[in-house]
Each structure stands twice: as C-alpha cells, then as structure tokens.
C-alpha cells in the first residue's frame, strides 16, 4: 500500500512564501509524474504544477513565476515552492504521483493567505 503524506501548508499573510512538501512510503514502483492540486471551496480542484519523471515542468498561468515544483527520487518525494502568495490561492493543496501500479494523492494540506 502507497501512502502520500503532506507536510508545509498553514497560514501566511500576502507576498509571504510557503513550501510543501509530499513523500511516499510503501512498495514503489516506478514513478512517472509528480504533481501538485488545489481545491477552494466551491471551485473545482485544479492543476497548479506538475513535473515529468525527466523533471520536465509544467504550471498554469495563474501561478507560473512564483511556484516552483522540484523532485527528489531518491527520497520519493515532491516540493512545491509558493513565492508572492496571492489570497486566492487559498486552497487545500493535494499531491499526485502517477506510478507504474497506479494513481496516488495525498490527504490535502491547507493553504491559507490572509493578513
């Protein structure tokens, strides 16, 4: 069984950064991409960052420039760098791993931007 655990998220006032972090534990197979999600309440959950198994990245508009997602294989695990926090990314924030065996998420991490 492969548990994703989520660590970082809190509250943070506007322009102010926060780093998440998401690792695996369990029997792991290959991993092919890692990505990172968010949900608001009432909004659909989103795609904020994502990055291939050849740490290639990807970001919507809505964040790109001041999220920066990094990988680390050796430790099964996935950063998200958030820079000049914005209030509407106010979020519950979900890790993803695409495996060999399957899809994994993680239990969400609350984001909160406020003053």
């Known amino acids: 069984q492969v548990q994703l655990v989520e660590s970082g998220g809190g509250l943070v006032q506007p322009g102010g950064s926060l780093r998440l972090s998401c690792a695996a534990s369990?029997?792991?197979?290959?991993?092919?991409?890692m990505g990172w999600y968010r949900q608001a309440p009432g909004k659909q959950r989103e795609m904020v960052a994502s990055?291939?198994?050849?740490?290639?990245?990807n970001y919507p508009d809505s964040v790109k420039g001041r999220f920066t997602i990094s990988r680390d294989n050796a430790k099964n695990t996935v950063y998200l760098q958030m820079d000049s926090l914005k209030p509407e990314d106010t979020a519950v924030y979900y890790c993803?791993?695409?495996?060999?065996?399957?899809?994994?998420w993680g239990q969400g991490t609350q984001v909160t931007v406020s003053s």
């Open positions: 990055i291939s198994s050849g740490n290639r990245s």
């Open positions: 993803n791993f695409v495996m060999a065996d399957g899809d994994y």
């Open positions: 369990g029997v792991i197979y290959s991993i092919y991409h």
